[in-house]
């Protein structure tokens, strides 16, 4: 089964962007685990920045589509 | 989405960017140190660290830290005795040449256990003063604020469009995906994109936050006259206080007023947060979220009777409750360089954005279309 195109777009952006609200959200209402809610959430951003910026994802193999 | 949704978008991404650039890069450089303030502070030796005691050591009176902190600078007016969240152990007493000064202001930190002077804190002094007074209003005042603010406004534009233009160039990528074996303009077209989608979150938030906070002054002000004016409804007699009342049964009888809470300042009879005949207490709650939130208390600084304790209006708390989402420092030094990393993601973001703008002129540079119908044919 192929993905829509949509979720394939926005499945990863939509992930991280609510694990980054929950974490900014999260450390305001407690020490401890809420803590680490934070740096989980905000952590994820930065190692995709990181991971991907540096190395890049390769990309899918797959057929080449006609000229458009 | 059709090409011409696109390019109104592109041109507002475009124009949003290009105005606020490079003040927000500014802003950016500026607040990487801020992120530290309180570890660069205490290296730099102008974070007064108090002595360590037993946490149940006996406390001094509020009347003998006021006399120590006029015994530094007798000929000045104690104006506020205030206290940082986290640490009881130091009350810091400013004063000014009369109660209403707003330039020429000393303060003093004193021991809160022993009464003793620690040190004469610069206020708003030295390099991270400077690099303060840069991002919070370019040393320009009200002003400066306010077209920060203006700045702030154009990010967050600038953050939608590039967030809505994202599908259209990313459609035939997957998720991070970086063409690094094409012209180095594609691959930091990729970089661009991918950064500035990871970072949407954070950078709306500490966007809009900051922009918040530019209103700050005028928001306390508005506060702070309509406090003054109720005030004065409770004052009576003549308009100045010849001999205020003991501060330590103002202070006893504000706490008891407010038992859960801890003190963030006092302010004087006189003072812009006071009134002739009024202490005004100030606490602040003990958890994370409560603890920028202020409830004053309103002391009769005679009798050391409680006036009143009125709710702080919505604006001050949505005010007071955007600072710590802007600063960061509600998670520990973790949390301080991730909002550290973040930051400079946000600088790379902007510099390939400048970059991609700058490099799409000139005559023997190819433009993106042409590049990418290329590589699909």
Not at chain 1, 35 to 57: E, H, I, N, Q
Not at chain 2, 335 to 349: K, R
Request: net charge positive; glycine share 10%.
């Amino acid at each position: 089964m192929k993905a829509s195109p949509l979720w394939s777009l926005w499945a990863w952006p939509v992930v991280i962007a609510i694990l980054a609200g929950a974490g900014l959200v999260g450390g305001l209402a407690g020490d401890g685990r809420w803590d680490w809610m934070t740096w989980v959430g905000l952590g994820v951003p930065c190692v995709a920045s990181v991971w991907f910026g540096l190395r890049g994802r390769r990309r899918r193999a797959r057929a080449r589509r006609p000229r458009a | 989405m059709s090409p011409g949704t696109t390019r109104a978008w592109s041109w507002l991404h475009k124009w949003s960017s290009l105005v606020s650039t490079v003040f927000l890069l500014v802003l950016c450089l500026t607040g990487l140190p801020l992120v530290f303030h309180h570890q660069i502070g205490a290296w730099l030796g102008t974070e007064v660290v108090a002595p360590p005691m037993p946490a149940d050591a006996p406390r001094a009176t509020l009347e003998q830290v006021v006399a120590a902190a006029n015994a530094r600078f007798s000929s000045k007016t104690v104006m506020y005795v205030s206290q940082e969240p986290g640490d009881d152990a130091i009350w810091y007493v400013t004063m000014g040449e009369t109660a209403r000064s707003t330039t020429g202001l000393k303060q003093v930190a004193v021991d809160a256990r022993t009464g003793r002077a620690l040190a004469e804190p610069k206020i708003d002094g030295g390099v991270m003063g400077a690099v303060h007074a840069i991002h919070v209003e370019l040393f320009a005042g009200l002003a400066g604020k306010l077209f920060l603010g203006f700045m702030g406004l154009l990010m967050l534009v600038a953050i939608v469009s590039g967030t809505v233009l994202y599908a259209p160039f990313m459609r035939k990528l997957r998720f991070g995906e970086v063409r690094r074996e094409r012209s180095t303009r594609v691959k930091w077209l990729d970089r661009h994109n991918l950064l500035g989608i990871v970072t949407v979150t954070w950078a709306l938030v500490v966007g809009a936050t900051g922009m918040i906070n530019t209103w700050a002054d005028l928001v306390i002000e508005h506060w702070r006259n309509d406090q003054a004016a109720q005030l004065r409804s409770h004052d009576r007699g003549p308009a100045s206080l010849a001999q205020p009342g003991s501060l330590d049964r103002a202070f006893a009888n504000a706490r008891a007023r407010e038992p859960r809470m801890k003190i963030a300042f006092i302010a004087f009879p006189g003072t812009a947060w006071g009134s002739a005949h009024h202490y005004g207490v100030f606490m602040r709650g003990r958890t994370r979220l409560t603890e920028r939130l202020v409830q004053p208390v309103l002391v009769d600084a005679v009798t050391g009777e409680v006036s009143s304790s009125p709710e702080p209006p919505w604006y001050m708390t949505t005010l007071l409750l955007s600072q710590p989402l802007h600063f960061g420092d509600y998670g520990g030094l973790p949390m301080q360089w991730l909002w550290a990393i973040l930051d400079v993601i946000t600088i790379v973001v902007m510099g390939s954005g400048l970059y991609l703008w700058l490099s799409k002129k000139g005559p023997d540079r190819p433009a993106v279309p042409a590049e990418a119908k290329a590589a699909v044919a």
